[in-house]
Nanobody, 120 residues
Framework: QVQLQESGPGLVKPSQTLSLTCTVSGGSITTNYYYWSWIRQPPGKGLEWIGYIVYSGSAYYSPSLKSRTSISRDTSKNQFTLQLSSVILEDTAVYYC????????????WGQGTQVTVSS
């Protein structure tokens, strides 16, 4: 059974870089045709797709966040990482990693989510 687990700091200061890692167990992030996504949910709002990294290693981002987002992977650790630079208060959210066979979902696997608060 594939399991995903997010990790990273829960508090980030404005203008700093948010960095989260998703560790995948029970399956490989290089499995053909699989997409590994980062998704967030700000307080009181719906889910927002941030971007994904494909099984081949290519990454794609939401146009609204593209200038500040980078998703990379470490295949030796079966992990993929989100970096969001120049964070603002509005980046406060629960951040999820997820896996799917289609680029836009539905998502087959979800991490439990991790709260990230942007505050000085």
């Amino acid at each position: 059974q594939v399991q995903l687990q997010e990790s990273g700091p829960g508090l980030v200061k404005p203008s700093q870089t948010l960095s989260l890692t998703c560790t995948v167990s029970g399956g490989s992030i290089t499995t053909n045709y699989y997409y590994w996504s980062w998704i967030r949910q700000p307080p009181g709002k719906g889910l927002e797709w941030i971007g994904y990294i494909v099984y081949s290693g290519s990454a794609y981002y939401s146009p609204s966040l593209k200038s500040r987002t980078s998703i990379s992977r470490d295949t030796s650790k079966n992990q993929f990482t989100l970096q969001l630079s120049s964070v603002i208060l509005e980046d406060t959210a629960v951040y999820y990693c997820a896996g799917s066979v289609q680029s836009t979902g539905p998502y087959d696997y979800w991490g439990q989510g991790t709260q990230v608060t942007v505050s000085s």
